[in-house]
């Protein structure tokens, strides 16, 4: 889990291993933490805050709100000085059509929803037979 820090806003995504067999599920966590010395505040324009992401050889094979709705509503956020959030979702190893994914590496990468989007490092896993 190596975070990235953009204006003074540091993400870190981390999975809870780093090889699974087809099938088992897959625990994200991204990780969102004001390392500036002002409070953080941001609006965004749905109720939507993050967003996880699978990519293999480069191809999108997963979005984590691909088939969500999300309150089309101005949604504010806040992270005081060195306070933190974490998000955590389950991907269940299948694609955004709902079809299980094959063995190999994956891409994996956290998204925060503001404007412009920030995007932890990526990480990599393994799906073996």
Known sequence: M???TINGLELALKANKASYTLGEPV???????????EAFRETFRSAQI???????????VWR??????FAMM????????????????????KDSDGNSVP????NLAGIL??????QSFSIIIEIKD
């Open 103 to 106: 063995s190999g590496k994956y």
């Open 50 to 60: 993050y967003d996880f992401v699978a990519k293999r050889e480069e191809s999108e």
């Open 2 to 4: 190596k975070p990235k």
């Open 27 to 37: 625990t994200l966590e991204l990780t969102v933490t004001n390392k500036g010395k």
């Open 113 to 118: 929803k503001t404007l412009p989007e920030r």
């Open 74 to 93: 101005l949604t504010e956020y806040a992270l005081e000085p060195q306070e933190s959030i974490t998000y955590e979702v389950i991907w269940e190893q």
């Open 64 to 69: 984590w709100s691909h088939d969500r709705m």
